[in-house]
């Protein structure tokens, strides 16, 4: 067994696989480790107790001794001056490995979970691209060309927190991610990560503590589902928006349909909701034994 972990700068997510990578345990956990990155450089004291908090309850799920892993970290933990102590600390309490790699690795890990996923759900679909839409970072690409973009759902928020101010700011601040995906001239755009997983479950009537992932996989959207579900759940109240998403989400929700809408904008591929990405690519290295390629610093 292979227990892969996915630590972002919004979310830490866990994934523990067999030999032939059939999913034996998942876990998540909301952890916002980009927030106020942008004022004081450094992962918050909240985002760290949280984590710790997270990962205690994760040990007990997965019993971190027993499990080979490989743990990466990603977008805010690139640039947080305090990251490489906060890791070396885990290491020290719970033993577990964590590597902060590129822009670019990630981008190319999370192409090899969606690769799996459309793999393992029957998707033979050609000229295809994804979109990860991180908490501090962006990847885009395909089978060929795959790069990472500074910009993300916490960070964009953070920085102009109305609805109008965040429509105007995505303009610039998509432009060379949507000029990029343009280039790739997909067919089909794979939508991974949290904004399109919710919105997706949403219409089905899931929410965040009910989330099966099974059931929206290969759920399709469309541009006017991103802008519409955007606008609902702005006007949605603050506490039910909690019972919903999860608590805090409900602006990072908001922020993150901007930013989808203004790079798939004058896009005509087909839009597919995957929830496989960068964990799952971690797990797919690690079997075609490889994975140390991407840890590199």
Same mark, same amino acid.
């Given at each position: 067994?292979?227990?892969?972990?996915?630590?972002?700068?919004?979310?830490?997510?866990? %994934?523990?696989?067999?030999?032939? *990578?059939?999913?034996?345990?998942?876990?998540?956990?909301?952890?916002?480790?980009?927030?106020? %990155?942008?004022?004081?450089?450094?992962?918050?004291?909240?985002?760290?107790?949280?984590?710790?908090?997270?990962?205690?309850?994760?040990?007990?799920?997965?019993?971190?001794?027993?499990?080979?892993?490989?743990?990466?970290?990603?977008?805010?933990?690139?640039?947080?001056?305090?990251?490489? #102590?906060?890791?070396?600390?885990?290491?020290?309490?719970?033993?577990?490995?964590?590597?902060?790699?590129?822009?670019?690795?990630?981008?190319?890990?999370?192409?090899?979970?969606?690769?799996?996923?459309?793999?393992?759900?029957?998707?033979? *679909?050609?000229?295809?691209?994804?979109?990860?839409?991180?908490?501090?970072?962006?990847?885009?690409?395909?089978?060929?060309?795959?790069?990472?973009?500074?910009?993300?759902?916490?960070?964009?928020?953070?920085?102009?927190?109305?609805?109008?101010?965040?429509?105007?700011?995505?303009?610039?601040?998509?432009?060379?991610?949507?000029?990029?995906?343009?280039?790739?001239?997909?067919?089909?755009?794979?939508?991974?990560?949290?904004?399109?997983?919710?919105?997706?479950? #949403?219409?089905?009537?899931?929410? #965040?503590?009910? #989330?099966?992932?099974?059931?929206?996989?290969?759920?399709?959207?469309?541009?006017?589902?991103?802008?519409? *579900?955007?606008?609902?759940?702005?006007?949605?109240?603050?506490?039910?928006?909690?019972?919903?998403?999860?608590?805090?989400?409900?602006?990072?929700?908001?922020?993150?349909?901007?930013? *989808?809408?203004?790079?798939?904008?004058?896009?005509?591929?087909?839009?597919?909701?995957?929830?496989?990405?960068?964990?799952?690519?971690?797990?797919?290295?690690?079997?075609?034994?490889?994975?140390?390629?991407?840890?590199?610093?």
């Amino acid at each position: 067994m292979f227990l892969s972990i996915d630590l972002g700068s919004n979310t830490v997510r866990f %994934l523990l696989v067999d030999k032939n *990578l059939r999913q034996i345990k998942v876990y998540e956990n909301i952890i916002g480790a980009a927030h106020n %990155l942008n004022k004081t450089g450094k992962i918050s004291d909240q985002a760290i107790d949280t984590l710790y908090k997270t990962l205690e309850k994760a040990d007990n799920l997965f019993n971190f001794k027993t499990q080979k892993h490989q743990g990466v970290a990603t977008g805010a933990w690139r640039v947080a001056k305090n990251a490489k #102590y906060i890791l070396a600390d885990i290491k020290e309490k719970f033993g577990l490995n964590f590597c902060i790699i590129k822009g670019k690795s990630e981008a190319n890990l999370t192409f090899l979970g969606v690769k799996n996923s459309l793999k393992r759900e029957g998707l033979n *679909l050609k000229k295809c691209a994804f979109i990860d839409l991180g908490g501090a970072s962006t990847e885009i690409g395909n089978k060929d060309r795959r790069k990472s973009f500074n910009f993300g759902i916490i960070t964009f928020y953070e920085n102009f927190k109305t609805l109008d101010k965040m429509q105007e700011a995505a303009k610039t601040t998509c432009m060379e991610a949507k000029i990029f995906l343009h280039s790739l001239n997909a067919h089909h755009i794979i939508l991974t990560s949290g904004v399109p997983t919710t919105m997706a479950a #949403y219409k089905i009537g899931q929410t #965040y503590y009910n #989330y099966d992932a099974s059931k929206i996989n290969k759920t399709r959207l469309s541009l006017d589902d991103i802008k519409s *579900l955007t606008a609902e759940f702005l006007e949605i109240s603050a506490q039910k928006a909690d019972e919903i998403f999860g608590k805090n989400r409900q602006m990072l929700l908001v922020a993150g349909g901007v930013l *989808l809408a203004e790079i798939l904008k004058e896009c005509d591929a087909e839009l597919i909701v995957i929830d496989d990405g960068l964990r799952e690519g971690i797990a797919v290295a690690y079997k075609d034994g490889n994975l140390s390629e991407f840890l590199i610093k």
